[in-house]
């Protein structure tokens, strides 16, 4: 148990399905990301959430949707995505958005496929 | 641009030796280095940071070291164990960048028993 979850582990997906991902952490953080790695790319930011309110939008496309509906809970909708979607989705908590000092808590992550 | 790199994309150590990972950053308003440790099918794990305005920090075998002039920094690991078998990342953030982190593409090493 690493104190934040994601579910699903693994999910494969067609270009015009509709899913989401799930994180849910147990820390009593109150700032959430999302992260996109990708093979032979650094881990990168997507969304950002502290105390329940997006600061951060990285100039993701629209068809990746984020819900953080509480401070435990945050949620990325796919929709219509793209072969080169498919990548691990992490996400992390933190106590707050300034304290990423301290380091992240990061789920184990979601391996997606966009066939 | 990559403003933090990891240059080796690999390391491989015999168990018991020490294992030497390295960082080198572009920005000089990062002010805050972390080292992040990943398995296969598990998200990063936090392993140790260092602030700026040291240059040494250490916790049991994990020792890590800042060269600021040089804008390096180094994670040595002694002894070896092969469960640090693993992909290790360095990630730095600066306070007027809203303590975004930024990552390396990550190190993978092998400690071979």
């Known amino acids: 148990e690493t104190g934040v979850t994601q579910t699903p582990r693994h999910l494969v997906m067609g270009m015009t399905n509709k899913k989401s991902l799930k994180c849910e952490q147990h820390l009593g953080h109150n700032a959430m990301y999302w992260y996109k790695q990708s093979a032979k790319k650094p881990l990168e930011l997507m969304f950002v959430?502290?105390?329940?309110?997006?600061?951060e939008n990285n100039s993701v496309p629209s068809r990746f949707s984020p819900e953080c509906p509480n401070s435990s809970h945050l949620f990325l909708h796919l929709h219509t995505l793209q072969p080169e979607d498919s990548a691990l989705y992490l996400c992390?908590?933190?106590?707050?958005?300034?304290?990423?000092?301290?380091?992240?808590?990061f789920g184990s992550g979601t391996r997606l496929t966009v066939v | 641009d990559q403003q933090v790199k990891q240059n080796s994309p690999s390391l491989s150590v015999q168990e018991g030796r020490i294992s030497i990972l390295n960082c080198d950053y572009t920005n000089s308003m990062f002010d805050y280095f972390l080292w992040y440790k990943k398995y296969p099918a598990e998200g990063p794990t936090f392993l140790i940071s260092?602030?700026?305005i040291k240059d040494k920090n250490e916790d049991g075998r994990f020792t890590v070291f800042l060269n600021k002039s040089a804008k390096h920094l180094s994670l040595h690991i002694v002894p070896s164990q092969p469960g640090d078998s693993a992909v290790y990342f360095c990630a730095a953030s600066s306070a007027g960048n809203n303590r975004k982190l930024i990552w390396g593409l990550g190190t993978s090493l092998a400690v071979n028993p």
């Open positions: 959430y502290n105390f329940k309110e997006q600061t």
């Open positions: 992390a908590s933190s106590q707050d958005r300034g304290s990423s000092r301290y380091g992240y808590t």
């Open positions: 260092i602030s700026s």
